[in-house]
């Protein structure tokens, strides 16, 4: 124990050496550092610190030891050496997107332990690259599964400083110019959707579920303010909701936590290509009116999860404004395409007249997880509807101008800063880049539309897409005889699992694959990365051939 007492006393002995020195030009040479230690470095990966950090522990970082700066920095800097490998490699159209392993194989080639007494600084940054290694990059240009949506260099600096501060979104006391950097970016979002000089009210949400809740609570607060205080018994008659049959899961969700019971949440019928059918949703309306219930609340969604419909905006609007209900737009899938005024219209035609907007920007827009956002026409309502006035925080006698303190508008308490990433991000574009974005990645979905219709024995188009989801089959050599038809497509359904499988196995390609209703299993290609080239669609089609041919 002392003669590591002394190798510990000495190893800071030597950083307050290494404090006197140009500490700008020590730390971007790992070959300067070994040198000055004057002892050669263990070499045992790209990633190894000198020997008298490597054996180092939390405690000797700033702010445990004072005297830590030289040894923090060298610290850090490893670990950003391990994050820019990885963005390398994610952008690396020669390395996989993962290097997949059944779970009980994955726990064997990895240490997850909690011991007794921490490891040391070799093995953190260790850790940092296994963690890496055996992630998938979802950056990467060939990913297409799901609705990842890229490795946004500038956004991902916004995290990195936004980690770095580590602040809480509750008050303009803690958190003064994030606080303004999210008034002036969701005023600019509100602008976008159409509300006259971007009036209303907004908040960043944790996803796009509990943004759709938030709608709920304000359209229920706003017909039924009483219920805050006097809850269910203070409404008189079933309160209904009404959504497509094609919405995200969050919607029904809505109906289960509030109290309403997902059987008041109803489906109202989409046509061939996924919108809601608004004389449905009328005749419905009319329906549960009839039985004494109270509808209140229509969602309209702007981008479905799966097919990427639109739903008939202004229609439903109509609808809304003639019974009275609260319209909600649940565009956290599709509001990136108003930033495109080639795509906008007709998607997106009348969502000026929604009482309240979800629109993630970390979907198409490619912000990174998570930045989620929920907007309001009505002014005044998240903080009617959410406010608690807890003392501890949100005293009215500040000594600045306590409305931009934000976190009485919200249900949570604690909230992260999740708006210097876009904020960053929106910077760097500008409006102009956000569309050009918007407008390429909607071309580069009808160019593999095109490709798909130009192999007709391969692959079989499901349906013309509204948005950047191309849904479709692909054919194994066996079935290119057969017939198209329900009988062909069960059989293609049947083969998808086995080529998503092949896929994950090799690490060349990732696309995601489900049933629909009637339709088995087709594939749900996404294109919304910003690293997607025309060459790696073709890639993609090539590949799901070589994959799966003999299938």
Known sequence: MDALKRAKEEAVSKAKELASVNINSLWTSGSKMMSLFGQQSIMASPHQLPKEVANLHYEDLLPHNQNGQAITKEFLQKVIDVLMDFVKDTNDRNCKILEFHHPEDMKKLLDLDIHDKGVNLQQLIQDCHTTLKYQVKTGHPRFFNQLSCGLDLVSMAGEWLTATANTNMFTYEIAPVFILMENVVMQHMREIIGWENGAGDSILAPGGSISNLYAF?????????????????????????????????????????????????????????????PSELERLILERKARGDVPFFVNCTAGTTVLGAFDPIEDIAAICQKHKLWMHVDAAWGGGIMLSKKHRHPRLTGIEKADSVTWNPHKLMGTLLQCSTIHFKEDGLLISCNQMSAEYLFMQDKLYDTSYDTGDKVIQCGRHNDIFKLWLQWRAKGDEGFEKHMDTLMDLAQYMVRRIKEQPDKFELMLEPEMVNVSFWYVPTRLRS??????????????????????????????????????PNFFRNIISSAAVTYADVDFLLSEMDRLGHDL
């Open 217 to 277: 609570l304000a359209a229920r607060h706003r017909m039924f303010p009483q219920y805050k205080e006097k809850g269910l018994s203070s409404i008189k008659g079933q309160l209904v909701m009404y959504t497509s049959d094609q919405c995200h899961y969050s919607v029904k969700s809505c109906a289960s936590v509030c109290g309403l019971g997902t059987d008041n949440c109803v489906e109202v019928p989409s046509d061939s290509r996924g919108r809601m059918i």
């Open 482 to 519: 057969m017939p198209a038809g329900p009988e062909r497509e069960k059989l293609c359904g049947q083969i998808a699992p086995v080529l998503k499988s092949r896929m994950m196995q090799a690490g060349t390609l990732m696309v995601g694959y489900q049933p629909l209703n009637d339709r």
